[in-house]
């Protein structure tokens, strides 16, 4: 299974030390290389406000989502890609029932007027080992950032703010949504314990408020921008654009997601993940 | 190490006399690119075109080897080709892209690869990514003051730029004119005074004209594929090669702007780092 996420993300095939076989080579139903994780992390993943993009964007692991689900993770608590939640309508606090996890993935910022979201998310902080702050709603706000509340179906839902104003947030993987590949990528470095693949979004985890202005305030002043195009390759809603050699920003298109700044080859730069990965 | 980590070094130049005439040197990148297409390895490549000035490039989706040809040539200041990556795999449907690009572009791309965070499918549809070497960039204001005010000509009758033998030359329609590199110096963007990459370490095929002869390139492969893409073209007659060794003035001198590239990036972070100004690397 690993083997072929690995084909998948096109990286090269190491001996795996968490991973076994779970039917024999030769067994006719195993000609998929089915192999199984000991220990399954338990893995509850949150909806809180945002658009499901993240959520669909692990879905999209089509080749290997199956598995993934059956053999190599065990998803403890979920609305969508499991059905196990605390939702009661009579009671707002029945996700005190919520299980044990070690990992939480936390996908849309939280609304200080909701009351549910807000109770679920401090219960999931005393629930979770570590908890990911999953796409850019919960990382930075991103578009939620814009809310000003005076809508149905509820007007008074007003102020969003990403999980890190209000938890102690362990990890965080910008994006809006998350791209399939990064996903398959972190299940991959969490079942292998691969911390050094993680350290970036570790290290972002303290981030909870991005702009494109980011890339002029600490790339452009800062003397490192190179007008390599990267920023605008990776905006997510083409609000930057290269003028003679530098980025300008659209900020009516900006939706305070994060990405440019963190795929800046200039804000921080993986040298050695890179050169393991291009076999330099 | 001053060079990269890499499979085969050779010097070399195109075949095709079509391609020679209008290639900065050795016209490997044009050569490689339009191999790779007709071979089907790729599908399209990011190229840096002349813009609407014709010293002042955009980036160009290539589809034909004639659009890949039009493209020929170095150009001394900005074309943010990574920007166009996405644009060749969403908009034009590409599904293996070839890229050329210097140093600080193939960071941003290697990065991309590595850490795909926002970048849907796009990681997975590169084929080929060349690099160029690459000691500074300018912004085109610095070229239009080395060549309108320090040569006394224009960029509106320049044919050809060119760094060589210690000059930044201009050819003219009717003049060839120089003025000493180091005149140039200070004119760079700032960016590029951080870099310690000058022979592009992050491509899968880096090349260009130091350590070989006039009309010659140096050509590095440094990835597996690369390496089987460079050894194919070789194979195909597309480039003809030289050993790298029986070439003047050859690796040593590659060596020694290399390793000048990164001790001047060294002194540079060092005061950055004494100022508490952010360094990436």
């Not at chain 1, 998948?8 to 190491?14: P, S, V």
């Not at chain 1, 490192?224 to 009516?252: F, K, S, V, W, Y």
Request: net charge negative.
């Amino acid at each position: 299974m690993l083997a072929r996420i690995k084909r998948f993300l096109g990286l090269g095939g190491k001996a795996e030390k968490e991973a076994k076989p779970i039917k024999p080579k030769d067994d006719e139903s195993s000609q998929q290389e089915v192999e199984k994780v000991a220990d399954k992390p338990k893995i509850g993943y949150f909806h809180l406000s945002g658009c499901t993009g993240d959520g669909v964007a692990l879905t999209e692991n089509y080749d290997i989502l199956a598995d993934l689900l059956t053999d190599m993770i065990d998803i403890v608590y979920g609305q969508t890609l499991v059905d196990v939640w605390y939702a009661d309508e009579n009671n707002p606090y029945a996700v005190d029932d919520m299980p044990e996890m070690d990992l939480a993935l936390v996908e849309g910022s939280v609304c200080l007027q909701d009351e549910h979201s807000m109770h679920e998310l401090k219960k999931l902080r005393e629930k979770a080992k570590l908890v990911c702050a999953f796409g850019s709603c919960a990382m930075t706000g991103c578009f939620t950032r814009y809310c000003i509340g005076g809508q149905q179906a509820q007007p008074k839902h007003e102020s969003f703010l990403p999980i890190g104003d209000l938890i102690q947030v362990d990890c965080a993987i910008p994006g809006c949504p998350v791209s399939p590949e990064i996903i398959a990528k972190v299940v991959v470095a969490l079942i292998n314990r691969d911390m050094d693949y993680l350290q970036p979004m570790l290290d972002m985890a303290g981030c909870s408020s991005a702009c494109g202005c980011d890339l002029n305030l600490s790339i452009v002043n800062k003397a490192l921008c190179t007008g390599c195009g990267t920023c605008a390759m990776a905006c997510q809603t083409r609000a930057i654009e290269m003028i003679n050699g530098r980025p300008e920003l659209n900020e009516d298109r900006c939706i305070k997601c994060g990405i440019c700044y963190q795929h800046c080859p200039r804000s921080w730069f993986p040298e050695e993940r890179i050169k393991q990965d291009l076999g330099l | 190490m001053s060079l990269g980590s890499y499979k085969q070094v050779v010097s070399a130049r195109a075949t095709d006399k079509a391609i020679q005439k209008v290639s900065q040197d050795g016209g490997i990148v044009t050569a490689l690119f339009t191999y790779a297409l007709e071979e089907q390895i790729i599908e399209g490549a990011v190229v840096a075109a002349p813009g609407d000035d014709p010293w002042d490039p955009k980036p160009l989706v290539a589809m034909t080897p004639e659009e890949i040809i039009s493209a020929a040539g170095t150009k001394y200041t900005f074309s943010p080709n990574v920007w166009m990556l996405k644009e060749a795999v969403r908009h034009y449907g590409i599904e293996k892209v070839g890229i050329v690009g210097i140093p600080c572009q193939l960071q941003g791309i290697r990065k991309m690869q590595s850490y795909p965070f926002g970048t849907r499918f796009v990681a997975d549809k590169l084929a080929l990514v060349v690099g160029i070497f690459c000691m500074e960039n300018f912004p085109l204001a610095s070229l239009e003051t080395f060549i309108n005010e320090k040569m006394k000509s224009s960029t509106h009758v320049t044919k050809k730029m060119d760094i060589g033998a210690g000059k930044f030359w201009v050819e003219t329609l009717d003049d060839k004119l120089s003025i000493p590199l180091k005149e140039t110096h200070g004119y760079e963007q700032a960016g590029c005074n951080i870099c310690k990459d000058y022979t592009a370490e992050l491509a899968d095929i880096s090349t260009g004209s130091v350590g070989s002869p006039d009309g010659w390139s140096t050509v590095f492969s440094r990835t597996v594929s690369g390496d089987d893409i460079l050894s194919q073209a070789i194979e195909a007659g597309v480039i003809e090669t030289k050993v790298m060794d029986d070439v003047k003035p050859g690796l040593g001198l590659l060596e020694k702007l290399a390793n000048g590239k990164k001790d001047n990036a060294e002194k540079e972070i060092a005061s950055r780092t004494e100022l508490g100004l952010p360094v990436p690397f």
